[in-house]
């Protein structure tokens, strides 16, 4: 039988009808056949490898993710490890340093508010010794140091034990909250404005966030006017702004005065000068919530400080 391709069929009178062809032809030309099994063969392999990269990047996306949320979040938990091999020894020692760095913070927080606290003890004792100078004018002096350096002691462990605080993360409602420090300045006869909504969920430390609010309300108080404060809700953030019409902030000291223990009034007077540890008290809640505080002076004299904070995502 010849090369090809044949087809026979028997008939009722014994005999065959016999198809034959020399190549197979499915009904369209070689050059059209060709560029329809390479079409399939690109769709094929383009479907198989975005598979294969989805479930490659997955675990890459999270890594990354998790790494951000470390930024924010220093206590964060650790990774799981998921994906390769290779991806699985990366998080795992990821998960090692965070570690690390988690212990190390707490060993730090720990000695400070433990020197902080031990500076007491001695400070006792100036101030009995101080009771035996004879000369009033000295005496006065000492004391002033004395009272200076207790105030000093008590808002850096206030400080410290803040930050070693393991308030778990609940919901919350922000204008409530804002309110309540509202009213808690009221009752000193301290009338502060809000604008802004009635209710509004976030997730958060509640302790701690009003804390942070409550250090910014009270710097406007003390060192310009009674400030307004309002809640901007964005599709990402809420911002709470905290504006006042006092003699701002020079450009310069704009970024200093988060640093610990910085004031910008020279003199050593609590009441007017403070500790300098409320803003940064403040900038360390709100971006251990993922969030940050700036600051901005207003056209017209006034500051304007900004707490931004991640939304509450909806369900």
Known sequence: MPAGHTLAIGLPDGSWLVFHADHRFWGVNPPVLWSVWLIVLILTTTVISLLATRQLVKPIRHFADAILLFGTHPKSAPIAETGPAEFRSVIAAFNMMQNRIQKMMSYRTAMLAAISHDLRTPLTRIRLRGEFIQDP????????????????????????????????????????????????????????????????????????????????????????????????????????????????????????????????????????????????????IVREHGGEVTLANRPGGGLEVRLVLPACPTP
């Open 137 to 284: 004018v000295q005496q006065e002096r000492l004391f002033h140091d004395v009272d200076e350096l207790q105030q000093m002691v008590d808002g850096a462990l206030a400080f410290f034990r803040g930050d070693a605080q393991e308030e778990k993360i609940t919901s919350l409602d922000l204008p409530s909250m804002v309110l309540t420090i509202i009213d808690d300045f009221a009752d000193q006869d301290v009338i502060v404005q809000y604008r802004g909504p009635a209710r509004l969920p976030l997730l958060g430390r509640p302790s701690a966030l009003k804390r942070a609010i409550a250090n910014v309300i009270e710097n406007a108080v003390k060192y310009a006017t009674p400030p307004e404060v309002g809640l901007v809700i964005g599709e990402t953030q809420v911002t709470i702004l905290v504006c006042d019409r006092g003699p701002g902030i020079p450009e310069e000291a704009l970024e200093q005065v988060f640093n610990p223990f910085f004031r910008l009034e020279s003199s050593r007077n609590r009441a007017t000068g403070g500790v300098g540890l409320g803003l940064t008290a403040a900038q360390s």
